[in-house]
Nanobody, 124 residues
């Protein structure tokens, strides 16, 4: 079992930056593919970014490509989401997730462990 705890959310002005962290419990973090998703009020959960077990492969949603960067530090059991050039439409609760498999995955169903989420609010 893996427990995931997100942090780093908050209120930022448009154009600003935030870095989200997701700390995982347990000693098997490096065996999981990791992903970031978000959900805005009244909207479905949306894939943002994914990274494979080693960190050597990443994928992004078109809406954040070039602005967000996913990375991981397996020695620290942590995955990060660096968010730059934030826009009001990035406002949402952001979740990290862990899944089995050797690739990067955009489907919610590919992930088996989820964090509780952290709120990101971007003001205009």
């Amino acid at each position: 079992q893996v427990q995931l705890v997100e942090s780093g959310g908050g209120l930022v002005q448009a154009g600003g930056s935030l870095r989200l962290s997701c700390a995982a419990s347990g000693r098997t973090f490096s065996t999981y593919a990791m992903g970031w998703f978000r959900q805005a009020p009244g909207k479905e959960q949306e894939f943002i970014a994914a990274i494979n077990r080693s960190g050597g492969s990443t994928s992004y949603a078109e809406s954040v490509k070039g602005r967000f960067t996913i990375s991981r530090a397996n020695a620290m059991n942590t995955v990060y989401l660096q968010m730059n050039s934030l826009k009001p439409e990035d406002t949402a609760v952001y979740y990290c997730a862990a899944g089995l498999g050797g690739g990067t995955y955009s489907a919610v169903g590919s992930y088996i462990h989820w964090g509780q989420g952290t709120q990101v609010t971007v003001s205009s």
